[in-house]
Structure formats: C-alpha cells, structure tokens
C-alpha cells in the first residue's frame, strides 16, 4: 500500500521522448520494434554499466522505445559490449556472441569499446571490440551520456 | 478342501522349502555364504563353520557373500525360484478367497491352549493375494541382490508369517503370528549390524516399537476376549454387541495404537524411516509394501468385522491420524536426501491416505451411508494395492542403485541413465506411479477417495461438515508434494551428470533383479489401466468390513460411481495422454522441419566447462519448499567460522551444516527415552550390591503386603 502511495505522489518522472532521428534504412529490419540486449562488460572501468542502468531507469526509460535487457544471451538480440577485450574476457565475448541466435547485432557502448580508450596499448588488452566481433553500432563517451545510449537504441528499433 | 486352500498350503510349504534351500549350510569353505550374520539366526550354523569363517579373509567373506560360487548361485536360483512358487501359490488363494472361496482350518493341537484357527475370507484373501504379489518380484529380484545366506533363508519365513497373519482367525493364532513376522523382519533388519552402527541403532527402534505396538494390540484384543466365550474371531464377532461402550473404545485404541504403529502411522512412525532403509533393499520392499499394509488390516478386522462399525469418533481419530501421517510423511520425504529414507516416508504418507480413506469409510457407515462407506474403503483398499506395486517397484529399484553404487545419498547419486538404463526406467515407471498424475496407477485410487471426500459433505453431522473438506486439501497437499518428491529422486538421483566417483562407476545389476523389478512393473501398469479388474474383489473385501456396503463402482473400461455421479476411464486417459504427447511432439517436429538449425555450443555462462558441482542436489532442490514449511519442519542449521591466527577479519574456513529432524520424534519420543533414563539411573542407587539391604528390601515389602491385607480384609 506504501508503493502504491509512493507511486500515485511521484506520478511520472520520464523525460518527454524526443524526436526520433530521421534513418535512411533500418540496422536490422527483422529486430523493428522490440529488441532484447544482453550487456556484457569485457573489462570496462564500471563507468558505462552505470550510464546503461540509468538509460534502462525511470528518468531516460529506455524500454519505450522496445529496447529491454534480458539474462541470457540465448534471449538475446543484440550484445551490448563494454570497455576494452580484456585477455580473460575474449573467449567469453567470443562464446556470447555465438550463443546469441541469428540475426544478431553488436553494440559497443563507450570510448574503451570503440578504441580500447586510455587502456590503449595495456598488456592485458586484446583490442577493441570490432578486433574481435563484428560491430554495427558505436556509442562514444568516456562514459557516454544516457541520451547517446538511448537515441543508439532507437536506432536499432527504430521507434 | 478347496482351491483356495489348496493353494495356501502349497504356498506355505513353498516358502518352507525356499527357507530350507536357502539355509542349508555350505560344503565347500569358500562359499559359505556370511557366516557371520549366521550366528544370529535360526538358521543353524555349525560350529565347524564358525571355526572357518574367523579364519577366512575379508575379500573371500565378499565374494561369498555376493554369491560368486556355482553352487550358491543355483541354491540361490532354486531358492528365488521357490519363493516365486510361493508368492504364485499365495496369489492364487487370495484371489480365490477374494472371489468367494472361503475355507476354515482348526487345528487345536497346534499351539497348547489356545490352538490355531485359520479363516479365509475377501479381506484376508486381499491382503494374502497382496503380500503373494509382491513375494513374487521380490524372489525372482533376491536370487541376483547381494545378500547372506540368513537373510536368503528368512526372507521366505518372513513371508510365510505375513501370509497367515491375515487368515488367522482367533486371538492366540493371531497374536502368535503377528509376533512371529516382527521377530521374521527384525532378523532381516539388522542383517548388516556388524558392518554399519546405524543398522543396529534401527535395529533397535524397530524392537522396541514393534513390541510395544504388540503389547498394545495383546492389551486390547485380551481385553476383548475376556468378554467373550472364546477367543475366536466368530466368537468375539457375536460378543461384540454386549459390550459397554467404555469397553469397545478402549479395546478400539489400543488396537488402533498397535495397528498404527506398524503401519508407521504419525505419531508412532519413528521406527519406519531408520529400519526400511536400513534393512537390505527386497527386504524393505517387502516390510514398506506388504507389512504395513497388516496394520491397515488389523484396523478394518478389528475396527469393523469384530467390534461392528462403533462410533463416529473412533473413525475421527483414524482420518485425523490418516491426515496427519500424510502430510507429515511427504513433507519428511520431500526434504529427505537419503533414497531409501525418502521412500520410507513416502510410505508413511501412502498409510496416511489410507487411512484417511478408511476413517471417512467408518464415518459414513456410522452415519448409515453405507454406499459412500463402501466407496471409501473401495478407495483405501485400491490404494494399497497400488502403494504396494509401485513400492515395491521403488524399493528394488533403489536396491539396484545400492548394489551398483554403494550409496543411497541423492546427493552423490545422478548420471545413472546412461549407465543403469533398466533401473533408470524401472525407477521412472515407478515415481510415475507414486505421484498420483493420470497415467500412474495412484491416481485411480486418489481420484476414487477424493470422489468419497467430496461427496461426503451431504452427510449429516457436524464432524462430518468440517472434516471433510479438510481431508479433501490434505490430499491434495499431499498429492502436490508427491509429485516435487518424486521428481526430486528420479532427477537428481538418475539425470543429469554423476556427482561422485561411485555413480560413474555404476553398472547394471544381474538379469534376475531386472526381472523382480519388471514383474512389479507389470502390475503398476497393469493396475493403471484397468483397475476394474480387481475392483469387485476389493468391493468383495469391503463388503467383509461393512457388511451393507454392496458394489460403489461398476464398468470394465469407463469406472462408474455407484453412489454418486461421476466416472473415469483409466484406459481411455492413458491412450489419451500418449496420443496427445505425441501429436506435440510431432508438431513441434513438423514446424521446426522448415527452420535453419546451426549447431551450437551448450550456454555455460562464456566460462569453462560445466562441472557436477553445478547441478542441482537434492538438498537445494528441496531448498524452496523447506523454506516454505519452515514452521512445521524447523530445520537445524548450523554455521561454524574460522577466523585466521593474525585477525578476527580474516576468515580461514566456513563451514556449514543443514539438517531437517525429525520433528515430532524430537519432541515426543527425546523427553521419553531422557525420562527413562533419568528413571533408571536412579534406580541404579537402589541397588548397591549389599546383600542385607537386599534382605531389607524384602523384609520391609513382606512386612507392606501384611498391613495392607490385614487393613483391607
């Protein structure tokens, strides 16, 4: 009954969606609509995991535009790959992507994904994510904001 | 002289020569088979072969004792083959006694005094055909199961006593009988003493149950018998309407108290979960599907046939009980991570329901519903032949996973599908049946008592209007329950990946176990699809119990409720459920004919391997209903750290422990056995060992004796 107070006197906290970017063709016209993601972080700093809770929070709630997180890659859609490939990591990357069933997507989210980021060069460091998966779809930011996560998301659902 | 009684004799004297083929002693040193137990027994050892087997080594007793030698495997084989001739010979006069061919037998120079009355009649003969049947699969199952050559000798007396305890027909035959299977059992329970300490300690609580169940029933059917002109069944039949209430309710308690704790009835069930899983693996599905089903006869025999149906709170107090067991039992066996353990408590649940059935069969006959009291004991009765197939079929599988792996820890189990792939069936066949969901056989029976249950309500009285619906959700709690129980021991102890080095190493038990299992099998299919095939003889021996009862179910495919409306068709729902498993099946091929399929590795998380550590036990299957029940059950937990030398932050090792109790054993039984104990200690300062204080004593209670006399007289 305390939730349901609670919930009645906060009232609605999203934000207003913006307006959805102009594509000339969809990334993957099958995923239209609704995609589920499963995160996986090779070696990130924890900084992204935190921008991704709060796309998927109340305020940027990214669920509207179809995008959700789901607890295996077997339910997966798409991979949401943060921070560089760690050594340790790169089998594991290697095996989730193979786990995910056709079509399936890869987005890197943050500047470590996109091109290892200040861990550069670092002897425990295999390589961005595109060195070792196929990559459709970057997000930049040293973290990236929950907008650019967002509006990559609506790119993939296209809504 | 009779068919039926025919063939009773040929069954007894079969088990006779079973016994004898069985216990002879061996020529040859090397396979006398366990001597060791041999002292114990009746079976005579000889002193020569004591004097052997001390000197014998340890692998030669194993060998011996596995039944290695020519020789002792064909004693083995004739001796299986004459228990199976038995249980035939007894399955043939049960069921010729169930269709009407009764027989009396009066042999006054038996037993002195009293001498010995056998009667045959429907309810006997059920019970005789029952144990008959599953003498036969345990047998045939005993000539390959590991056993000593005591156990191989007493396991046909055993049978042989529990085949007359149900045609005996007066106090003393009855009493002497009855004693004669609980001393059989008791030899066969405590076979392994010397090699496992929990073997003895069952041993026993089993002794002393069993024998204050039996003073129980001595108390009350004496008492009984003391208000009638004979001690004969008939006699004490035409007494009965004489006595004073106050006389039949006592003589019903104390009966009842002894009948229930044979039948491992909660509260006096201690004994069953320690001695079934203890006693070797035939030997337990011989006590778990055909002794304890005694009790329930005691209950009927005494409580209807000779006191005359009596009043509404006796059969109160029978569904309470029946009520209680259940629940308790499957709530006991669900969190149970021992197989045999498990079974055993699902056999006290099984008892349960039983009773549950005939205490509503009592109620109503006393409310003068006699069609609705036939239905229920119907019910009852059919579920004890049905807890009696697919007991039978549990158990010898059990011992089959014993035998190949040394274990009975659900735990430590799992894998055995590829390894043991007749047992892993048996076993499956059987967990089917116990968990009372349409194509098993416990279903009919469950569907026929709640069907009794419901339909009671319309019944009049106040007892009647609460008790009822209770009744009808602890059987289907119960049913519920059974069904995580079984899937818990048929998927963790035979799926899945072997969790120790035993289950790997696990081979298929001989041909003749295979056999026992399948004939038990057989019936546990035979008894799901057509169930009317022994409904009018059970109807025939509830006819015996309540006299008025006549026939509550008719039709040979499609059962019809006599009493009340309602009907089921076993037959039609097996062939309905097969047909619609396969029309999914077949339709998930056919839509999947058309899609890509891409090869893919096992999902492991991206790490390694999986390994056996990562499955699920028994223990944390059971893990979610132990926390649901966790008022009623109350778990024991304990959590021991140890923290490193340098600082009380660091932690070196944590250890913890997990177990479910008894709960009722803990608060009823602990404060007896302490006050016992208390008692006797004190005792002990009595005797000193001073002959005059001996002298004291009884000078001063001579001295007592005299006052007391010379005040009262």
Wanted: contains cysteine; glycine residues 10%; charged residues 15%.
């Amino acid at each position: 009954m305390r939730l349901w107070r609670k919930i009645r006197r906060t009232g609605r906290v999203a934000e207003p969606a913006p307006p959805r970017a102009a594509h000339d063709r969809p990334l993957a016209p099958e995923l239209r609509g609704s995609v589920q993601l499963r995160h996986v972080d090779a070696g990130s700093c924890n900084g992204c995991e935190i921008e991704i809770s709060s796309a998927f929070g109340p305020v940027y709630d990214a669920e509207r535009y179809g995008a959700r997180l789901t607890a295996s890659p077997r339910h997966a859609d798409a991979l949401l790959v943060t921070g560089p490939v760690t050594r340790n990591m790169a089998v594991p990357l290697r095996r989730t992507y193979d786990a995910v069933p056709e079509p399936k997507l890869v987005v890197a989210v943050g500047d470590c994904a996109r091109n290892c980021g200040v861990f550069a060069g670092a002897y425990g460091v295999v390589g961005a994510v595109a060195d070792v998966l196929p990559v459709s779809l970057e997000v930049p930011g040293c973290p990236p904001h929950p907008e650019a996560i967002v509006a990559a998301l609506r790119e993939l659902t296209d809504r | 002289m009779n068919l039926a009684a025919a063939a009773f004799a040929a069954a007894l004297l079969a088990a006779a020569a079973a016994a004898v083929t069985a216990g002879m002693p061996e020529r040859r040193p090397v396979v006398a088979a366990g001597t060791r137990g041999g002292r114990r027994s009746v079976a005579a050892t000889s002193a020569v072969d004591r004097r052997r087997s001390a000197a014998r080594s340890a692998a030669d007793r194993r060998r011996s004792a596995a039944g290695a030698s020519s020789s002792g495997r064909w004693r083995a084989v004739v001796a299986g083959g004459f228990g199976a001739v038995s249980g035939l010979a007894a399955v043939v006069a049960g069921v010729a006694a169930m269709a009407g061919q009764t027989w009396s037998l009066d042999l006054p120079g038996v037993l002195p005094l009293a001498g010995v009355r056998l009667v045959a009649d429907p309810l006997g003969g059920l019970f005789v055909a029952v144990t008959g049947a599953v003498a036969v699969a345990v047998a045939v199952y005993g000539i390959g199961y590991p056993a000593h050559r005591p156990v191989r000798a007493a396991v046909p007396l055993f049978v042989a006593s529990m085949l007359l305890v149900p045609v005996a027909a007066s106090v003393g035959t009855f009493l002497v009988c009855w004693e004669l299977m609980a001393l059989a059992s008791l030899l066969l329970v405590v076979a392994d003493h010397r090699r496992r300490p929990a073997v003895a300690e069952a041993g026993r609580w089993y002794a002393v149950m069993t024998h204050l169940g039996l003073v129980a029933i001595l108390i009350g059917l004496v008492l009984f018998a003391a208000h009638a002109p004979s001690d004969s069944f008939a006699a004490l039949r035409s007494a009965a309407g004489e006595l004073s209430p106050a006389v039949r309710g006592l003589v019903f308690v104390a009966t009842l108290a002894g009948f229930a704790s044979k039948a491992g009835i909660v509260p006096l069930h201690a004994w069953l979960p320690r001695a079934h899983p203890e006693a070797p693996s035939h030997v337990s599905a011989l006590m778990s599907a055909a002794m304890v089903n005694l009790g329930v006869y005691g209950i009927l025999r005494v409580g209807f046939d000779l006191l005359g149906v009596g009043t509404g709170w006796w059969w109160l107090l029978v569904l309470g009980a029946g009520a209680l067991s259940a629940v308790y039992g499957i709530l006991q066996a669900v969190v149970s991570t021992d197989l045999k353990r498990l079974l055993g408590y699902s056999t006290t649940e099984n008892l349960g329901l039983v009773l549950v059935g005939v205490g509503a069969g009592g109620m109503f006959a006393v409310a003068g519903n006699h069609l609705l009291a036939g239905l229920a004991l119907v019910a009852a009765l059919l579920h004890v032949v049905n807890h009696a197939a697919f007991k039978t079929l549990l158990f010898l599988s059990a011992g089959s996973v014993l035998r190949a792996t040394g274990t009975r820890d659900l735990d430590r189990l799992g894998g055995l599908r590829a390894r043991l792939p007749a047992t892993t069936g048996m076993f499956a066949l059987g967990a089917l049946a116990a968990s009372a969901l349409p194509p098993g056989n416990a279903f009919v029976s469950e569907w026929l008592l709640l069907q009794g249950l419901i339909h009671g309500l319309p019944v009049s009285g106040v007892a009647t209007a609460i008790t009822m619906p209770v009744a009808v959700a602890v059987v289907a709690l119960t049913a519920g329950l059974a069904v995580a129980t079984f899937v818990k021991a048929f998927g963790v102890g035979f799926l899945a990946r072997p969790r120790s080095e035993e289950a790997e190493r696990a081979a298929e038990s001989p041909p003749s176990m295979i056999a026992g299992m399948a004939v038990a099998g057989l019936a546990c299919v035979g008894l799901a699809v057509a169930p009317a095939a022994v409904l009018p003889g059970l109807a025939r021996a509830a006819g015996v119990a309540d006299r008025s009862a006549g026939e509550p179910v008719a039709g040979a495919v499609t059962l019809r409720l006599t009493a009340v409306a309602g009907s089921l068709s076993p037959l039609l729902l097996v062939i309905a459920l097969a047909a619609a498993v396969a029309a999914v099946l077949a339709g998930l091929r056919l839509a999947g004919a058309g899609l890509a399929r891409r090869r893919a590795r096992l999902w492991d998380c991206g790490a390694g391997p999986l390994s056996p550590r990562m499955e699920y036990t028994a223990t944390s299957f059971a893990e979610p209903l132990q926390r649901i029940f966790d008022d009623v059950l109350q778990p024991e937990l304990d959590v021991d750290v140890t923290h490193a030398r340098e600082s009380a932050y660091l932690v070196e090792s944590v250890e913890f422990r997990r177990r479910v109790p008894d709960r009722i054993e803990r608060r009823l039984y602990e404060p007896v056995l302490a006050a016992v104990q208390a008692w006797g200690r004190a005792g002990r300062g009595l005797a000193t060992g001073s002959v005059h204080r001996y002298l004291g004593y009884g000078f001063s209670a001579l001295t007592a004796l005299l006052i007391v006399l010379a005040v009262t007289r």
